[in-house]
């Protein structure tokens, strides 16, 4: 294989972060050479190009795995621990509201006798 060619194959391979017009002129220039038929030349540029969005997804995966491990081993919450939180927050808030909407008892006040409540003993203070 000559080197043009290598490094036409290795762009399909892992340099995805080379545009489609560049893949394009070194597929013309092993047109050019003798190196790939006229014919083949659309459908390796297809095939290159569809090779290195395979590789972009796979690196990308890797990264994301990677930054995934590195901030749960940093104790970084995630998204699913914020949203928890934030829906124990709004229960909480919620009967913090409906504790203030009800009469509070002063200290020196003494709850009502529940009219349900057993009559008292002798020895039984209230």
Not at 64 to 91: F, M
């Amino acid at each position: 294989m000559s080197d043009l060619f290598k490094k036409a194959f290795s762009l399909g391979l892992g340099l995805t972060v080379v545009s489609k017009e560049k893949i394009e002129k070194t597929v013309e220039d092993l047109v050019e050479r003798g190196k790939l038929a006229p014919g083949e030349s659309k459908a390796f540029v297809d095939r290159l190009l569809e090779r290195g969005e395979e590789e972009q997804g796979q690196l990308k995966r890797v990264i994301q795995e990677q930054v995934k491990r590195v901030l749960q081993e940093a104790g970084v919450a995630s998204q699913n621990d914020v949203a928890s939180l934030e829906q124990r927050i709004t229960v909480l808030e919620q009967k913090l509201a409906e504790l203030r909407q009800t009469p509070q008892l002063h200290p020196d006040e003494s709850p009502a006798p529940s009219e349900d409540a057993p009559p008292l003993k002798g020895n039984e203070i209230e």
